[in-house]
């Protein structure tokens, strides 16, 4: 048994290829997630046809475009341009100022500005048309003097668990769910899979190892390289990104445990139901690899989708641990609050390893 | 030429002879369209809020009335006590916590001036500004209200008029802007993770030693191996769209033969990516790992979830290299604004230029000799 575990480590750290990818993805991943992935607007391109080009109009388009949110890209001349510069992609936004601007805002108060936003993509048109209807308002208080409201209710905003509202917080825990699901699961599937493909399973069957201590020689070493993963992760996340592990570190490293073993038995399981490498992975890629991104909440909110899918997230084992990795690490709660994920992702274990031990074949066909 | 014919026939009987691979490379990512298509949203349609009440007024009860009647919305529970809200609220029972406090209504009438607090789950930044700014609106029409109803005022209207258009999606629908980018990706990771996996199977299995002793040559069969997959994955594109179009009702405003005569090349760029990947290891294991790796950075950099122009400049100049980003841009622009191919061509060109790149390392990396 020792000796078989043995063998697979030497199996595997031989490999230097996989060895630097399996240690290097996880350090790429969160500092690209941490660096470039962002929800929020910066730098948009936008063109300004102004009709006025006067003191008023050029001061409000200086304001909005030394703002953070916006570049000046194109200045138009005529409505038809708008068109041909939306098609050529870059432009996201274009402001039309109407004729007689600062005429119209000093005597009549009745000036007029146009926002046309390139909406084929839907949450960024929103938020730049709500920016710039921002700072056109800040221009309109402070030409006019500040209006004050009668009986005014003033709102205080607290944001709890994340108060400089910083995207890493959101990411960090789906990226060790995800790096954690793709080096056990996939890992193991494919390693079993690939000694039935090569025929040296046949050795292994006839040799005096029980099947258990096979699959459990197997999975030993991704157990101990997930684990390493994840703490490679937590402290990437808390030195570069300062996200801090409110709660008890050791429940977390527990947990992470659990998962991994999760993965493993749902890794063991595909290989049990595929014949060859390439099917296993397959398999792994599209039952793993899109669900785990999209249908687990890492990147969008679950409360929003449709109730049908809502209770096929529910299924993602996914699901579940990102939930605890959030709770644990932002909320600093205790075992008390996770307890119900906890127990579904043991549950979700025992399946997997049932599962596995009914389909397991000690002959091969 | 007869020679590539015969390695496409084989290369044809080996993928269709494998019945365990057939449904996931044709029936598995359209599914993936359909269901994919659906969780992919910013947007959010209902907060789940709290309300502590500590005022318990008429004015309170109106605000709390208010709230409720927002399709935005949902009012969970309600409480005296801030400390239940928030154990609500850690508990995951609620999203936001509306807290009115004590003498709320006393000081609109005496100060003419009060205050509200509201509590956010922050952990998800994006969707935490956007509850907020739902919130203040209710709380801005119930202020206007209220100066109406005590004063008997109204506002004036604001000097500046300010009306928004949004061009191509006038009712900014998600589907619109998600849909083909899903699409882009499905038949991106069919390709390269196919690719990829071929000739270093042949080389694990050991069968490419009896290609390497035929007279097959090099170019011929890289071609065999590639026409193939070339083949399924522009004919999953056309389903894709088939489909993107039937549910989904994605505007096709561009020419579909630019989007397929775009399409071929591109998937030359992403076939010779999993080639010389293939060529460079030498088990499955590796080269899936391989891929895996390149694939999420690729995916998560090109502009599907969030937008490129925001990212640092480093990032947009990884950019120039991530195959991906350069068709998703051209699938929205053709499709979603008819963008025309001199719209297009620097996307074009990029991807020309990737492809020639890519399979000429591919051609160089794969040696006959073992």
């Not at chain 1, 304001?63 to 409505?79: G, R, V």
């Not at chain 1, 048109?125 to 209807?133: D, G, I, K, P, R």
């Not at chain 2, 502009?303 to 991530?322: D, I």
Request: net charge neutral.
């Amino acid at each position: 048994m020792k000796g078989f575990i043995i063998k697979e480590f030497y199996h595997i750290f031989r490999d230097v290829r996989t060895m630097v990818i399996l240690f290097g993805m996880p350090v790429v991943q969160v500092l690209i997630f941490g660096f470039a992935i962002s929800t929020e607007i910066k730098d948009a391109k936008i063109a300004i046809l102004d009709y006025s080009r006067d003191n008023m109009s050029l001061e409000l388009s200086n304001k909005i475009i030394s703002s953070d949110y916006f570049i000046l890209s194109e200045i138009l001349e005529d409505e038809n341009q708008i068109e041909t510069v939306f098609k050529a992609g870059k432009i996201k936004e274009v402001i039309i100022f109407g004729d007689n601007f600062a005429r119209n805002l000093q005597k009549e108060q009745n000036a007029s500005i146009q926002i046309i936003a390139d909406a084929s993509d839907p949450n960024t048109a929103n938020l730049l048309v709500n920016y710039t209807t921002g700072i056109i308002r800040n221009y309109m208080t402070e030409k006019m003097g500040k209006q004050s409201m009668p009986i005014e209710i003033n709102t205080e905003y607290k944001m709890l668990f994340n108060p400089e509202i910083k995207s890493v917080f959101m990411f960090v825990p789906g990226i060790i769910t995800i790096l954690l699901m793709l080096v056990s699961a996939m890992m193991t599937s494919i390693s079993i899979a690939r000694e039935k493909e090569l025929g040296t399973m046949e050795v292994l069957l006839v040799s005096p190892l029980k099947p258990i201590q096979i699959v459990v020689g197997k999975v030993i070493p991704y157990v101990v390289l997930s684990f390493v993963n994840a703490i490679t992760i937590l402290l990437l996340a808390f030195f570069v990104f300062g996200m801090p592990v409110q709660g008890s570190v050791i429940l977390l490293l527990a947990e992470s445990l659990l998962f991994i073993i999760m993965a493993l038995a749902l890794g063991v399981f595909i290989s049990t139901v595929s014949n060859s490498q390439q099917t296993a992975m397959m398999i792994s890629m599209f039952a793993l690899m899109l669900p785990t991104i999209l249908l687990s909440g890492f990147i969008f909110p679950i409360e929003n989708m449709p109730e049908v899918l809502q209770w096929l997230c529910n299924l993602m084992p996914t699901k579940w641990f990102i939930i605890i990795v959030k709770d644990i690490m932002l909320k600093g709660v205790g075992l008390a609050h996770i307890w119900q994920e906890t127990f579904i992702i043991t549950g979700m274990t025992a399946l997997f390893i049932g599962l596995s031990v009914r389909k397991f074949k000690i002959r091969l066909e | 030429m007869r020679t590539i014919l015969f390695i496409l026939q084989k290369e044809f009987i080996q993928i269709f002879r494998n019945k365990t691979m057939l449904p996931i490379i044709f029936i598995v990512p359209l599914v993936q369209l359909m269901v994919l298509s659906y969780t992919a949203t910013f947007e959010i349609k209902n907060v789940n809020l709290f309300i502590v009440d500590q005022d318990s007024s008429p004015s309170s009860r109106d605000l709390a009335s208010k709230f409720k009647g927002s399709p935005f919305f949902t009012v969970v529970d309600f409480s005296v006590s801030y400390t239940v809200a928030e154990e609500a609220l850690i508990n995951n029972k609620t999203d936001q916590i509306l807290q009115i406090p004590p003498g709320f209504e006393k000081e609109i009438i005496s100060d003419k001036k009060s205050s509200l607090h509201v509590t956010t789950n922050a952990i998800n930044g994006s969707a935490a500004s956007l509850m907020n700014a739902y919130a203040l609106s209710i709380i801005k029409d119930y202020n206007s209200n209220i100066i109406v109803e005590q004063l008997g005022l109204r506002q004036p209207p604001d000097p500046i008029r300010i009306s928004s258009a949004f061009w191509y999606n006038p009712e900014l629908n998600y589907f619109t802007y998600m849909v083909p980018g899903i699409l882009v990706l499905l038949v991106t990771v069919i390709s390269v993770f196919l690719s990829a996996l071929n000739i270093v199977r042949e080389k694990e299995i050991g069968t490419i030693e009896q290609i390497n002793v035929t007279p097959i040559r090099k170019y011929q069969f890289i071609l065999g191996k590639l026409i193939p997959f070339w083949i399924i994955a522009l004919s999953e594109l056309a389903f894709g769209l088939i489909l993107a179009k039937l549910m989904f009702d994605i505007p096709m405003l561009g020419s579909l033969g630019l989007i397929f005569f775009v399409a071929s090349v591109y998937l030359l760029v992403a076939l010779g990516l999993g080639l010389l990947i293939s060529t460079l290891t030498n088990t499955q294991q590796q080269s899936m790992f391989l891929t895996y790796f390149f694939m999420i950075i690729f995916i998560l950099m090109s502009g599907l979830f969030t937008p490129v122009q925001s990212m640092p400049e480093w990032a947009q100049w990884m950019n120039k290299l991530n195959l991906i980003a350069y068709f998703i841009d051209v699938m929205r622009m053709i499709l979603l604004k008819g963008s025309a191919f001199s719209d297009i061509s620097r996307q074009f060109f990029s991807l020309l230029a990737l492809a020639i790149l890519l399979n000429a390392l591919a051609v160089w990396r794969y040696r006959k000799v073992a």
